[in-house]
């Protein structure tokens, strides 16, 4: 949500100056009557962003593509083989596999496909009388099959596995909400009047804890799926001049972007772990099968799907955000008190907008104002962080770039040197998405770099005129 629109330009007032004679290693401006002016930020072009059933039912392509293959690891034959050596006249030993435990894999896998259709089939709108029915018996038809087959497959598994396998099977969803914030509280605080902040849960006695635990379980369920499923807006971004509403923003994107990565971070292992070792605890101890291929093949897949909803989550808006709030923020760097002993210093100040090359007083340590303007508190190292990453509006999809680029060189080397056909069929199959991810992150690249260097050369053009 934007902030509240703040008042016009206000002069820079300083404290009383702690030092006032010079220094020959440091230098720092006095702070008279100053108007701050605001920052220009870039004007980016619109990217095209895939919508959300699309990108869900990519991904979950890409996930089936890679159990298809670990499936053709495991369960491979020597069908080539004349006939006197009887091996199988199919590739894959098809009567060894455990179709219910595909099922389940499969639904799992599919589990951000399903809530994506649900969603869509959900909207509410005006609709003519045909296409609000469609949708309602979509919404039935996915809903029921799933939970249909899912109900099916348990049952048998219940009646042919025991409790440990089923427990191995099942494991990852007891960790999977406390893993995403169970131990906050959601209660809405003054963050613009209408950001939610997260914080610490008050420490209590042992009944309210119990009888907020359901609370808390149901308000972190749906933070996760309005963060999973894009149920929220695009956060927007107001200039303003005012200290604490550009911090506030910043903790508000902060947890937004938190969110973001904690839900990349637990779909890509859990996706690995459904992809990579759950077929594996459940084959024959009789049967054979390659482990460092499965191991392989588990960290493909997390960093692939990790780079994947990266790009989706992170689109190139929400990162010129993310860009315009650190150049707001600014940033202060320590410097050693015995170096500036003798150079004008001023006690740090919340209400103040600090300029650049200013040094400041704060928790008896010396910072130096980095930034345009710096608002950031000196100490927190959460708003040194977010300056760092998000100062250069290009950095993200720079080490994207780079971590896309790294697994598909590694894969390509993987495929040269490999001398098994199943390991030869499976990187060849890999590769298709990790090539799709690549072209797209170089095309915001590409595209994002000519509007950053255009503005940042206009300006530069100004104020030499």
Excluded at 19 to 30: A, F, H, K, N
Excluded at 131 to 142: E, Q, Y
């Amino acid at each position: 949500p934007p902030p509240r629109s703040a008042p016009g330009p206000r002069a820079v007032t300083a404290a009383r100056p702690r030092r006032s004679s010079s220094g020959p290693g440091l230098s720092s401006p006095p702070l008279a009557a100053q108007t701050v002016v605001p920052l220009r930020h870039c004007k980016i072009p619109e990217l095209p962003v895939e919508r959300s059933v699309l990108f869900e039912l990519q991904l979950f392509f890409c996930h089936l593509v890679a159990l298809f293959v670990h499936y053709i690891n495991i369960y491979k034959t020597v069908w080539w083989y004349p006939p006197s050596h009887p091996p199988s006249h199919t590739s894959l030993n098809f009567h060894l596999i455990d179709f219910n435990v595909l099922t389940v894999t499969t639904i799992v896998l599919a589990r951000r496909l399903i809530g994506a259709i649900v969603k869509e089939a959900s909207q509410s709108g005006k609709v003519s009388l045909p296409r609000s029915v469609l949708l309602v018996i979509t919404r039935f038809a996915v809903l029921t099959g799933t939970g249909w087959s899912l109900c099916q497959s348990i049952i048998h598994l219940f009646r042919t596995y025991s409790f440990l396998n089923l427990l191995f099977l099942c494991y990852p969803f007891g960790m999977y909400i406390p893993f995403l914030q169970l131990n906050c509280d959601f209660r809405k605080t003054g963050l613009f009047s209408q950001v939610a902040n997260i914080g610490p849960r008050e420490t209590g006695d042992m009944s309210s804890r119990g009888k907020d635990y359901l609370t808390v379980l149901k308000e972190t369920w749906k933070q996760h799926t309005r963060q999973m499923y894009g149920m929220e807006a695009m956060p927007t971004h107001a200039c303003c001049l005012s200290p604490d509403l550009i911090r506030n923003e910043v903790e508000y994107l902060k947890m937004d972007f938190n969110w973001r990565m904690k839900e990349v971070l637990v779909s890509s292992m859990l996706s690995a772990y459904y992809v990579a070792f759950v077929p594996v605890w459940f084959v024959k101890n009789t049967q054979y099968y390659d482990k460092r291929w499965s191991c392989e093949l588990f960290l493909l897949v997390s960093i692939s799907t990790s780079v994947i909803l990266m790009q989706h989550l992170l689109p190139a808006r929400y990162c010129d955000l993310l860009h315009k709030a650190a150049a707001h923020l600014g940033c202060w760097q320590k410097v050693d008190p015995a170096l500036c002993s003798n150079v004008l210093q001023h006690q740090w100040t919340e209400e103040c907008m600090w300029p650049q090359g200013v040094l400041v007083k704060h928790s008896k340590n010396v910072y130096k104002a980095v930034g345009h303007y710096n608002v950031a508190v000196p100490s927190d190292v959460s708003h040194f962080r977010f300056h760092f990453f998000f100062s250069k509006p290009l950095r993200i999809l720079n080490i994207l770039i780079v971590l896309e680029g790294a697994v598909i060189f590694y894969q390509l080397y993987s495929l040269i040197s490999s001398e098994k056909w199943h390991q030869t069929i499976s990187l060849a199959l890999i590769l298709f998405s990790n090539y799709y991810a690549f072209f797209k992150l170089l095309r915001d690249r590409l595209v994002l770099g000519k509007a950053y260097s255009y503005s940042a050369s206009r300006d530069s053009e100004q104020k030499l005129n």
